[in-house]
């Protein structure tokens, strides 16, 4: 049996590319001055940070000095947020979504112990917001509404323009958690209304310590880590120059990737999913298949639980994830999966495979191969093949 | 990712006596799979003996394994013997489990009590302990279940007892309620109180009476033995071992075992049962 690895998780994380590696070496080594320097040894360097801003802001249709370079999408998030809370103390606020990544959905309690009103927007059995419900809960009192793009478990994308219709008809702010879209889809912040958009390096194969908020021309926002002047003032601390150069270049080679590249990973990823829903009984893909990105799928296996898949996944050489309980230690299955109501019988046993540009045909067939075998054998052991046994256990 | 231990992958990967045993006389089936694991364990008991053992899981490879490692530890054993495992034992038997995991031991433990309950025909009575109250909504878990646990298993806080029973790791709701329990259960370890407060002395022996009478007795009288109840003195309780019970050499470890448990878990946690042995 093969072993080399099979890496199909690039929502955790992806690898750098060659390309990116290439690029940042040379201020890993020699360039390493202070581009706020007086000499020019340090002082040229903020070409290159400038270079990077550019190819980044050109990946969004930006202006480059609405592009602020930051440690992770975390710290975007955060900063979006909170800059925004601190800039208009009058508004009393906030709606969020209730499938946000950690980075944005525990600030609620923060900013609730500010003494903020904070609402989080549920979503269908698809994934889908509830625009209804999204546009009830505005007043006004209602500062922001962060609302991620694409969903890091489920891939599902959420309909931005119109949510960004229905804020600016409230008067209020959007911020959007981008970070799993960046490099998937195409994205046009010259035509989308978003006020604020936060991105990760380690998402689009530049490497993990990097991103970037995209702040909209005259919007009003505290700095998030009060410092220095860097990043014209909105970002204190001396630039990860290497890693931003890096991102630049990965940005740069995003967008040369949105196209038929992603076509061809949609393929990819489409003849994987059908070919386990083929394969796999009582199997069935979670979130709207309509509206994701390219590269993600998610797929419920009923009767069975994750971490057991992963594991016996893992011996096979392949990295997969799952939004079982017993995997992050939370005891609760995903909070995306059961906000979207995914049936007790399979929430447990939820498998994503995320791809990206690296991933290869015969990488797909090996888990076509692979993952029906190791489901066979759990499935052997499980106690429950219908939802009647389910029902007469332990009666 | 969690660090298993050897034991533990080579029983999630080599799970040992999977199925359903044919003509099972003792069925324990405990969790959901609302909750995320369940374990359904049938055995065959033949003359006091557990003949057959085997397992079938929901859950995560920890919970496959301790389902596994039960089985092989109990097959082979007497009822006696097999009654007196105790989640550590499985833990121990693995090479230990991550802590965060322990509730798939103690999962094995719950099922193994609710087989040979079943066994017994006791079911009602044996699972009294954890009818009490609803702690934990999330995933079910009673007051009476996280204060024998934490006992069990010298828990002291909130975290431990998520990780042994659950209860606490979902909404987080009722953690308040579990450290209001924790004080109970540990408040002054010297003065143990019994449950329901102290019990004068007339009232102490009428439920050992009872205790032994509800609890005891029909256990010892499936292996043809009995007891009798001679006296009590302070905290010890004096009993007689009667029919197959008298002079078997495993008498001393059903009074100390069974007898003890049971006084000490229903009537008061000091109590001591001592064997009358005639002269
Ligand atoms: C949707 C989403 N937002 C934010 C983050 C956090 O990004 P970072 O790891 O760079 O802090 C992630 C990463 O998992 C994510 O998927």
């Known amino acids: ?395 | 990712m969690w660090e298993y231990s050897e034991k533990v992958m080579d029983h999630y990967e080599h799970p040992r006596n999977v199925g359903e045993v044919q003509n099972a006389n003792a069925v324990g089936e405990v969790g959901s799979i609302v909750c995320g694991d369940a374990l359904k364990l049938t055995l065959k008991i033949d003359g006091g003996l557990i003949t057959d053992a085997r397992f079938k899981t929901f859950g995560c490879g920890s919970a496959i394994a301790a389902a596994s490692a039960l089985t092989e530890m109990i097959k082979g054993r007497s009822l006696e013997e097999a009654s007196r495992i105790t989640n550590k034992d499985i833990a121990g038997f693995l090479g230990g489990l991550p802590e965060e995991k322990m509730h798939c031991s103690v999962m094995g433990q719950e099922a193994l009590e609710a087989a040979i309950a079943d066994y017994r025909g006791v079911k009602k009575e044996v699972h009294k302990e954890d009818e009490g109250e609803i702690v934990c909504k999330c995933f079910s878990v009673t007051d009476q279940k996280i204060k024998r646990v934490a006992l069990a298993n010298n828990l002291h806080t909130v975290e431990e007892i998520t990780n042994y029973t659950k209860a606490g790791g979902g909404c987080g709701a009722c953690i308040p309620k579990i450290e209001d329990l924790l004080e109970e259960v540990w408040r002054g370890e010297s003065a143990r109180k019994a449950p329901g407060g102290r019990l004068t002395m007339v009232q102490k022996i009428k439920r050992i009476e009872e205790v032994l009478e509800e609890e005891v007795r029909p256990i010892l009288k499936r292996d043809g033995g009995d007891l009798e109840l001679i006296d009590v003195v302070e905290n010890k309780v004096i009993v007689r071992m009667m029919g197959m019970c008298q002079g078997c050499h495993a008498s001393e470890l059903t009074t100390k075992g069974l007898v003890q448990e049971k006084l000490r878990e229903l009537v008061d946690p000091t109590l001591e049962a001592v064997e009358d042995v005639p002269g």
């Open chain 1, 1 to 395: 049996m093969s072993q080399a690895r099979v890496y199909l998780d690039n929502n955790a994380t992806t690898q750098i590319a060659p390309e990116v590696l290439e690029e940042m070496l040379p201020f890993l080594r020699d360039k390493y001055g202070n581009p706020s320097s007086a000499y020019s040894f340090g002082g040229n360097l903020q070409k290159d940070l400038e270079r990077a801003r550019d190819r980044t802001a050109a990946l969004f249709s930006c202006h480059p000095t609405e592009i602020v370079f930051t440690s992770c999408g975390t710290e975007s998030d955060n900063f979006a947020i909170r800059g925004l809370v601190d800039a208009y103390p009058e508004k009393t606020h906030v709606i969020l979504t209730k499938v946000e990544h950690p980075a944005v959905k525990n600030q609620a309690p923060y900013l609730r112990k500010k003494g903020l009103r904070v609402t989080e927007i549920g979503v269908d059995r698809q994934g889908r917001l509830d625009l209804a419900e999204l546009a009830a809960a505005m007043d006004n009192e209602t500062l922001l509404v962060s609302c991620m793009l694409a969903n890091n478990e489920t891939g599902v994308i959420f309909p931005l323009e119109e949510i960004c219709r229905i804020a600016k008809e409230h008067g209020v702010f959007v911020h959007t958690d981008a970070v799993q879209a960046v490099g998937k889809i195409p994205l046009d912040f010259s035509r989308l209304p978003v006020d604020l958009a936060a991105f990760s390096g380690h998402k689009f194969h530049a490497p993990k310590g990097v991103g970037g908020l995209f702040v909209r021309r005259g919007l009003k926002i505290r700095p998030f880590l009060i410092g220095g002047h860097q990043e014209r003032s909105r970002r204190g601390g001396t630039e990860n120059l290497a890693s931003i150069v890096g991102l630049g270049r990965a940005a740069e080679l995003a967008a040369g990737r949105l196209g038929e590249e992603a076509t061809r990973v949609r393929d990819l990823r489409d003849r994987l999913e059908r070919g386990i829903l083929r394969s796999i009984a009582n199997s069935e893909v979670n979130g709207d298949p309509e509206h994701r990105v390219p590269n993600t799928t998610n797929v419920g296996i009923h009767f069975i639980e994750g971490e057991a898949l992963l594991l016996a996944l893992d011996k096979q050489g392949i990295c997969a994830s799952t939004g079982s309980a017993c995997a992050s230690g939370s005891l609760q299955p995903s909070h995306v999966l059961r906000a979207m109501g995914v049936p007790f019988t399979c929430v447990h046993g939820s498998l994503r495979f995320s791809l990206s540009t690296y991933t290869t045909p015969a990488e797909v067939d090996y888990v076509l191969e692979t993952l029906p075998v190791i489901v066979g054998r759990l499935r052997e052991l499980s106690p429950f093949r219908s939802l009647r046994e389910i029902e007469a256990f332990g009666a």
